[in-house]
């Protein structure tokens, strides 16, 4: 099993989030808490999080697991891999909420190296009512001759 990287800490990740106008930073999600198998992140809600008919947007809860797998991702790549991508991901929708924050913890099913499979769940901040479950695979990329 592929642990933590031991060069990446919270910090790292946080900086790397807020390097441009990217779609996770627009959001305002925020990375809470990194320990090897878990990343934990948070967005507080906003206008833009919500659909036209005034409930949390799939899209909204959707970019908040992703991105915290895709963290989480990063953070546990195999030595000398260059990066990764997804290659599959799946959502339920257990609820929805119209104000506060959200929360999101994610954890690896598989660390493999070529692909990983992370999933997440994303609560309520505060009451802790689950309202979506998340599962995607990554797969690792390699320097090229490197497979």
Same mark, same amino acid.
């Given at each position: 099993m592929t642990e933590l990287r031991s060069d990446i800490t919270l910090d790292q990740l946080s900086a790397r989030l807020g390097e441009s106008d990217n779609l996770p930073r627009l959001l305002g999600i925020e990375l809470t808490r990194l320990e090897p198998g878990c990343l934990e992140s948070r967005m507080p809600l906003e206008a833009k %999080?919500?659909?036209?008919? =005034?409930? $949390?947007?799939? #899209?909204? *809860? *959707?970019? $908040?697991?992703?991105? =915290? /797998? #895709?963290?989480?991702?990063?953070?546990? $790549?195999?030595? #000398? /891999?260059?990066?990764? =991508?997804?290659?599959? $991901?799946?959502?339920?929708?257990?609820g929805t909420v119209r104000e506060g924050a959200v929360t999101c913890?994610?954890?690896?099913? %598989?660390l493999g190296r070529n692909t990983q499979v992370w999933d997440a769940e994303v609560f309520v901040e505060g009451s802790g009512k689950k309202i979506a479950t998340f599962r995607c695979t990554q797969m690792v990329l390699w320097p090229k001759g490197d497979k």
């Open positions: %999080h919500f659909a036209p008919n =005034t409930y $949390l947007h799939a #899209g909204s *809860v *959707v970019t $908040l697991a992703d991105t =915290t /797998a #895709g963290f989480a991702t990063y953070a546990h $790549l195999p030595q #000398g /891999a260059l990066s990764f =991508t997804t290659i599959e $991901l799946k959502s339920n929708f257990l913890r994610t954890w690896p099913q %598989h």
